[in-house]
């Protein structure tokens, strides 16, 4: 089987200034725009199969310089005087390569020029958005479709008479 593996790089804070939910967040708790942000591309890493590798500029956490797994997402934090867009270029560096595809989410334009000479294709972070609220739509109808084949059962349909009526018939009663 020769699969593609698809990598999905994404700038965090590039992110979170330019998706509306995530920038009101921001004037209110930065910490919170980021868990929300690490909350909602865990979600689409599961729906959409890609793995995806979230990017954080240590300017904002001085020297943090480390990666986790959160909610089986890669969370990278740049080093001290490291800049994101110096850690997105290096992860793209060490993942291009035979049967992998990379992305890089980002509206940064220099970036996004940087990454296509990388070998690497750019998603807008609108356009993340969009896939975002796709998957989301899509996950929400599945629940939904599921949820009405269960209910969709003969006796769901039947009026209260009806089963009263079957009922009797099941008893041997006319």
Do not use: C
């Amino acid at each position: 089987m020769n699969m593609i593996q698809e990598i999905l790089i994404v700038d965090g804070y590039n992110i979170i200034g330019a998706w509306p939910e995530l920038q009101k967040l921001k004037e209110i708790s930065l910490e919170e725009a980021r868990d929300q942000l690490i909350q909602i591309l865990a979600e689409y890493q599961s729906y959409s199969g890609m793995k995806v590798i979230l990017v954080f500029d240590a300017y904002y956490v001085p020297g943090i310089g480390k990666k986790y797994m959160q909610s089986k997402l890669a969370v990278f934090f740049t080093k001290e005087k490291e800049t994101a867009d110096e850690l997105v270029e290096r992860l793209v560096r060490e993942h291009i390569g035979r049967r992998k595809q990379i992305y890089v989410a980002t509206s940064d334009m220099t970036e996004q020029h940087v990454i296509f000479g990388l070998g690497a294709f750019r998603i807008s972070a609108r356009e993340l958005l969009v896939k975002v609220r796709q998957s989301r739509h899509d996950i929400r109808k599945k629940i939904q479709e599921t949820a009405s084949r269960r209910n969709n059962t003969l006796d769901s349909k039947l009026t209260g008479e009806q089963r009263d009526l079957f009922e009797k018939w099941r008893r041997g009663e006319q």
